[in-house]
């Protein structure tokens, strides 16, 4: 009975969803499906707020949308390959956006990068890009343990997993948080969500990061999550889950997306869509997703299956 109410406002969600996909304004005369849908299921992930997938699984598995900003487009690297932090730290940085935790910026001021399906979702073929931990609110992983996901340098002894610690509540989480001024996102606990800790604890872990997040109010709204997922090998794009290629609503992100979009095609013969996304410019705003016939950089009927 626990997530009993929780899933009832979770499957409202997803059907208020529904009722406003027409606002991903996608192409439907489209004849490639890719074109109308994309834009339709990031926006009704994005207001599914359940705490728990099929098979008693995490929230992110089906819900919610994942975001890898990237800075720009570049001749040397494909955007889809982890970086050399991410190999050396085994872990890469996500955003996860959803409409009870949302954000209106990108981490570093990045305007545009690429979005993975969520597990339960992802197309057969592809890889299983693996959780290892979450943080409410963007945490300086680059200089903590344990792939960024355990203690930061500057607070050893109080910045380990919040499962250490005995959190179990998301004012236990905000009561940690605050008990410093200074530098609190050094000192910031996450919450494993990989083998470390069982299935149940995961989901658990996963929905109390988030119940956490909106404690922080403008806070949190003003600076992004922290989702650090498994590092996945480099070259192996046609087997790499990636839903979409985004940039930001007046933004100049469109010209880096359009070049992620045609780098994928030819190294893969593939077609992924361009998305814009426009961030919440209030707490009482959402967020949005648009298809764009004329972002497009690659024809989809060349496309291969």
């Known amino acids: 009975m626990r997530y009993y ?17 027409q606002h991903a304004l996608a192409d439907t005369t489209s004849t490639t499906a890719e074109k109308p849908r994309t834009a339709n299921e990031l926006t009704q992930r994005y207001y599914n707020t359940t705490s728990t997938c099929d098979s008693d699984a995490p929230a992110y598995m089906c819900s919610g ?11 040397k690297y494909h955007a889809w390959d982890p970086s050399p932090f991410s190999v ?5 940085s996500f955003s996860y956006l959803r409409q009870d935790s949302k954000f209106g910026k990108l981490a570093f001021g990045y305007n545009s990068g ?16 693996t959780a290892k931990c979450y943080f409410p609110i963007d945490s300086d992983t680059a200089l903590r343990s344990d792939s960024g996901c355990a203690e ?28 410093v001024t200074d530098s609190r996102r050094r000192h910031e606990c996450g919450f494993y969500l990989d083998e470390r800790v069982a299935n149940a604890q995961a989901r658990d872990n996963f929905y109390l990061a988030l119940q956490s997040q909106q404690k922080l109010g403008s806070e949190g709204f003003s600076t992004q999550n922290e989702f650090r997922l498994t590092t996945w090998a480099a070259n192996i794009p046609g087997q790499l889950p990636i839903q979409a290629f985004f940039y930001l609503a007046n933004s100049e992100g469109l010209n880096n997306a359009q070049m992620y979009q045609k780098d ?19 707490m009482d705003q959402n967020a949005k997703f648009r298809f764009i016939p004329a972002d497009q950089a690659v024809d989809s009927d060349a496309a291969t299956s």
């Open 5 to 21: 109410k929780n899933n009832i406002l979770g499957a409202l969600g997803a059907v208020f969803a529904l009722m406003t996909a």
């Open 264 to 282: 994928y095609f030819n190294s893969t013969g593939k077609f992924v869509p361009v998305v814009q996304l426009t961030l919440p410019a209030s």
């Open 88 to 92: 050396t730290s085994g872990a890469t």
């Open 152 to 179: 930061h340098s500057a607070y050893p002894d109080s910045s380990a997993s919040c499962d250490q610690y005995g959190i179990t509540t998301a004012d236990a989480w905000y009561s940690h948080y605050t008990s």
């Open 114 to 129: 690429l979005i993975l399906y969520p597990q339960q979702q992802a197309p057969q073929g592809t890889i299983k890009v």
């Open 65 to 75: 949308v994942m975001l890898r900003v990237l800075g720009g487009y570049s001749d």
